[in-house]
């Protein structure tokens, strides 16, 4: 009998990708809330009971995490094809509108240290997250469009730009920008630095080979400026040091494309070509993959074996220190800019990184 609770589990995740408790949550909080009652079960005016909350959100699953067509779950759920595209778009829009505020949050003062710790212990104190794009084929892009939208892929794509952590969570999610536009098109429109320029995110400050830094970084790949904010590998490093640096970089700088993977085989749906018609709605459907992502990540994170016992500890040690940020005047704004663009800041850290990383992984080159 446990062999086969545990089956059924498993079964279950597999086909959900999420576990059962998570499944019975998000049902409960779409029937309860007081805003939309679509997945509320209700009769039909011969007294006929309509679709069950289970069926409703099991159909928009479906279609997220296989890419089904509509008429294809006709046969499996009984819902005709109107009904299951229906589903899908209020699914979409109330797990962004009950879910959104708090699992597509920016780190706040507490995640910081989490996250500082963690990325500490790998060789990079005062690392935020990694930074990358990912492209959604969208197949039914309007013809008069499609010179916008057409960029090295050869076909119509909308981008996303994402922040991803070691544990997968996605922290930033910008989605919405043509697919000829390049990453640097992509950062000049995204809000991802609007707090740091002004003023309204925490402060961090942390201490590598020696020197002190008052501002956290992104790893990235080679597209991105020498800015102070973004820290990218060395293309054909030239002695141990370097060369130690850079593959501890791009391993570390995996993180984003790993999530990416995650997310494209988990929700099928962003690996296939996106059949809808219009930007916003790809973008509910986006966000929303990203929320259940993020709350799968959360779930799952409860009973992994993985080592995050600094995450429950009453009192640990964090390697930096992050702090209540002050009121930006104006004024300040140009000058803050100015910092986390400065070149040569970003070299000087570059550098010390260069010797920080060697110092904790040279014997094992």
Not at 45 to 64: N, Y
Not at 145 to 151: E, I, L, R, S
Not at 203 to 220: E, P
Request: negative net charge; contains cysteine.
């Amino acid at each position: 009998m446990l062999m086969a609770t545990r089956s059924d589990a498993d079964d279950f995740r597999r086909r959900f990708r999420m576990r059962r408790n998570l499944f019975e949550l998000i049902t409960i909080a779409l029937v309860e809330d007081e805003e939309c009652s679509y997945f509320v079960q209700r009769s039909d005016a011969t007294g006929r009971a309509g679709f069950l909350p289970e069926q409703k959100v099991t159909c928009a699953l479906r279609m997220l995490a296989y890419g089904a067509s509509a008429d294809q779950l006709d046969e499996l759920i009984r819902m005709a094809e109107s009904t299951v595209l229906e589903t899908l778009k209020l699914f979409c829009k109330n797990i962004i509108r009950l879910f959104g505020p708090e699992y597509l949050r920016k780190p706040t003062k507490d995640d910081l240290k989490i996250l500082l710790a963690e990325n500490a212990e790998r060789g990079f104190p005062g690392m935020i997250g990694s930074l990358d794009c990912m492209h959604w084929t969208w197949k039914n892009c309007p013809t008069a469009w499609q010179g916008a939208f057409q960029g090295k892929e050869k076909c119509s794509t909308v981008i996303l730009e994402a922040v991803a952590s070691k544990s997968l969570w996605i922290w930033h999610a910008f989605y919405g920008m043509p697919g000829a536009n390049n990453d640097l098109n992509v950062l000049e429109r995204s809000p991802l630095l609007n707090d740091l320029v002004n003023g309204v995110a925490p402060r961090i400050s942390f201490t590598v080979n020696g020197a002190t830094y008052n501002q956290g970084y992104y790893l990235t790949d080679g597209i991105y400026p020498a800015w102070a904010i973004f820290q990218s590998s060395i293309s054909a490093p030239q002695g141990n040091k370097r060369r130690c640096y850079a593959a501890q970089q791009e391993a570390a700088r995996k993180d984003v494309e790993r999530t990416f993977g995650v997310l494209q085989q988990r929700f099928r749906i962003l690996a296939l070509p996106c059949k809808l018609w219009s930007v916003d709605a790809m973008n509910d459907v986006m966000l929303a993959c990203i929320i259940l992502h993020n709350m799968i990540v959360e779930d799952e994170q409860r009973i992994t074996s993985l080592n995050h016992q600094y995450l429950f500890e009453d009192e640990w040690v964090s390697p930096a220190e992050v702090g209540v940020p002050d009121e930006c005047p104006v004024a300040m704004i140009a000058n803050a800019m100015q910092v986390l663009e400065d070149e040569e800041l970003h070299y000087e850290l570059k550098t010390d990184l260069i010797e920080h990383v060697w110092q904790c992984y040279g014997d094992l080159g």
